[in-house]
């Protein structure tokens, strides 16, 4: 089992800037194959917005957030974290934290990929 808590939503304004952490806890760091950053905007569907795998090193962004998202993970504190920037209005959404433990998952990993998922935080950014 992993438990994943994020952190870090609020409020911004258009074109600012913030960073959301999620700390994984139940199983070693090194266990954990693959996380990402999925958003839910409201009434819309759950989505990828960032993934890392940590065997290769490999990152994935959405089209629609590259160039201002940046996804990073620290293993001595188990924490990944999104640092966003540039932020618009329809980067409003509760984010989620996902993780997956098994080798040879799709990727870039959809929603259905993902064992063990955080509650989310909400990131609203006003016009």
């Known amino acids: 089992q992993v438990q994943l808590v994020e952190s870090g939503g609020g409020l911004v304004q258009a074109g600012g800037s913030l960073s959301v952490s999620c700390v994984a806890s139940?199983?070693?760091?090194?266990?954990?194959?693959?996380m990402g950053w999925f958003r839910q905007p409201p009434g819309k569907g759950r989505d990828l917005v960032a993934a890392?795998?940590?065997?290769?090193?490999?990152?994935y962004y959405a089209d629609s957030v590259k160039g201002r998202f940046t996804i990073s993970g620290d293993s001595a504190t188990n924490t990944l974290s999104l640092q966003m920037n540039s932020l618009k209005s329809e980067d409003t959404a509760v984010y989620y934290c996902?993780?997956?433990?098994?080798?040879?998952?799709?990727?870039?990993?959809?929603?259905?990929?993902?064992?063990?998922w955080g509650k989310g935080t909400p990131v609203t950014v006003s016009a």
């Open positions: 996902a993780a997956d433990l098994r080798y040879g998952t799709s990727w870039p990993p959809g929603t259905n990929d993902m064992i063990y």
């Open positions: 890392i795998r940590w065997s290769g090193h490999d990152r």
């Open positions: 139940g199983r070693p760091f090194a266990d954990i194959i693959l």
